[in-house]
């Protein structure tokens, strides 16, 4: 199911999330609604609060950035309750788009690698480090 997304201004995007357990309700069918929601505004990426759930949870799925950066292709992931631990390198500029921010693009300030830690949709604890447009 599509999911209406909520722009900017709504003060969901700005509140503090809540970590989530295994069993959030509804927790499956929210992730697959947030994926078909993503892919139905051609976005790479969708947190939980932008579809009016105030929890961590964010997924991505970069294969249209596959031709740009060979680790995108097949990059598709659920990150529930995730911490950046690590920053490092330089910092880089990526133009990015915002699906609460319909039709408006900036140039976003980054690391240039992160290490984060992660449940992924078991539940299992996953730690990584993404660096360039993964990151």
């Known amino acids: 199911m599509i999911l209406s997304v909520v722009s900017y201004g709504n003060s969901i995007l700005k ?7 295994a ?3 509804g927790l499956s069918q929210l992730i697959s609604d947030m994926y078909e929601t993503m892919y139905a505004a051609s976005g790479v990426g ?6 009016n759930h105030s929890i961590r949870l964010f997924v991505v799925d970069a294969s249209p950035f596959a031709e740009d950066d060979p680790f995108a292709g ?17 910092e880089v500029m990526y133009e990015e788009g915002c699906l609460s921010f319909p039709g408006f693009r900036e ?3 980054r690391p240039e690698t992160i290490r984060i830690r992660y ?10 480090t993404y660096s360039g447009m993964l990151a």
């Open 23 to 25: 069993g959030y309700p």
């Open 46 to 51: 969708l947190a939980a609060p932008q579809v």
């Open 74 to 90: 097949g990059f598709k992931k659920t990150f529930i309750n995730a911490v950046i631990l690590e920053r490092s390198g330089k």
């Open 119 to 128: 449940m992924d949709e078991q539940f299992q604890q996953q730690e990584d």
């Open 15 to 21: 509140n503090e999330t809540a970590e989530i357990g």
């Open 107 to 109: 140039e976003v300030i």
